[in-house]
């Protein structure tokens, strides 16, 4: 039966949240801070999309798949949304690394990760590497700002909108997507989301030599996007200062360097811009999504930290499912790890 739902926050986990509850023919009414969507961590200029394998198939692991394929599923549907499934190269940190991401690699299917030598992905690089890696043809990059006005479109979001109490709206449902300020909205159930402060830098095309793919080593960079390619990414966790700082750009750029050796030789870190947002980050870097008290109808959606492009289609899938009581689209021990209970917080389920 269709709810009256109000999701606060138009970032990457409110829109889809959203979108996915509107696709059920719910009446869902997005609040948002800000006078437009995407002005927070989901603003960034180009992120990565792509998944993590692992030796054990983890939970982590697990569920990054489920985010990426049904990410690729959705995306598909959204031809507003700018992105591009380039592939990216993950390039290992030293021998002992290269050798298990060649044991991941074996075990699964070609077209969704495969271990290429050091020859190979220089040359899919077009740049010298200093290792092997793993390479994922069908991930890429996305431009999040235009993701989440895609997600958005024709649904109600009242911008310049700040909720200080829950309970001035008045709705079936709530669905907390508001990033690292979740807390503060719900105190008593001491939900230990925290900010993870992080700087991209924002490297003009014209200083670097061409490059189209993603890469990944500890950091990452970009294919260029309207001129700029985006090279990150710093974390200071609790840190709530927005001003970007020239240790950041220096420390991306030392990042770019281990990544690909001498490519952005030219780049002077005193006259690179960038931007600063803050990461919702959870204790155990899962996402925390589910009903805080299905009986008061309280919801969240949130604690993407550093994936949050990966992790918010299939948790809004999930959380949607929660709600309008339909089959679940994940495992029950992958529910349970995302649960926002798993912390024994109050959740009152
Ligand atoms: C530097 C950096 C680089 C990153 N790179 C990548 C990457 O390459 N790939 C990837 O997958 N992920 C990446 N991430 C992570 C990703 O950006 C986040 O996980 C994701 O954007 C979080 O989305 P969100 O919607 O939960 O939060 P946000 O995008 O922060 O949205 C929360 C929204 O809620 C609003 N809000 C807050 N409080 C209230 C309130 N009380 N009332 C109304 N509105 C409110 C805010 O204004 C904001 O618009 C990166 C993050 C950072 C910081």
């Not at 021998?95 to 044991?103: D, M, S």
């Not at 899919?124 to 793993?134: H, K, Q, T």
């Not at 807390?183 to 670097?208: C, M, Y």
């Not at 390619?229 to 927005?242: E, I, K, P, V």
């Amino acid at each position: 039966m269709a709810r009256s739902i109000a999701v606060i926050g138009a970032g990457i986990a409110g829109a889809s949240v959203a979108h996915a509850l509107a696709q059920r023919g719910h009446a869902v009414t997005i609040f948002e801070a800000a006078d437009a969507p995407a002005q927070g961590a989901s603003g960034n200029h180009v992120g990565v999309f792509r998944p993590l394998p692992s030796l054990d198939d983890s939970r982590l692991s697990r569920l990054l798949r489920a985010g990426f394929l049904r990410g690729h599923q959705l995306f598909a549907t959204l031809p507003e949304a700018r992105l591009g499934w380039t592939g990216a190269l993950h390039i290992a940190r030293d021998p002992k690394h290269e050798a298990t991401q060649q044991r991941i690699a074996a075990g699964q299917p070609a077209d969704f990760c495969r271990f290429v030598t050091r020859e190979a992905a220089s040359e899919l690089a077009g740049w010298p590497v200093e290792f092997g890696g793993w390479w994922f043809p069908q991930a890429g990059w996305i431009n999040p700002p235009s993701l989440v006005h895609a997600l958005l479109a024709g649904l109600d979001v009242r911008y310049d909108q700040r909720i200080d109490r829950l309970a001035d709206i008045d709705a079936e449902d709530i669905v907390l997507a508001n990033g690292y300020e979740a807390p503060a909205l719900v105190p008593d159930f001491k939900l230990p989301i925290r900010a993870g402060r992080g700087l991209v830098s924002h490297v003009p095309e014209s200083t670097t030599p061409p490059f189209h793919i993603v890469a990944t080593r500890l950091g990452y960079v970009t294919p260029a996007v309207d001129g700029i390619r985006c090279a990150g990414a710093t974390s200071q966790l609790d840190d709530l200062d927005a001003a970007p700082r020239r240790g950041d750009h220096i420390e991306n750029l030392q990042r770019l360097d281990l990544l690909l050796p001498g490519f952005g030789k030219a780049l002077d870190p005193a006259t690179l811009n960038g931007r600063v947002s803050f990461r919702p980050m959870s204790p155990d870097r899962l996402p925390i999504v589910g009903p805080l008290s299905a009986s008061e109808g309280l919801w969240i959606s949130g604690g993407f930290g550093a994936r949050g492009l990966v992790f918010a289609s299939i948790c809004a899938e999930l959380l949607a499912c929660q709600i309008s009581g339909e089959p679940l689209p994940l495992e029950a021990d992958l529910v349970a790890a995302v649960s926002p209970g798993r912390f024994k917080t109050q959740a009152r389920v």
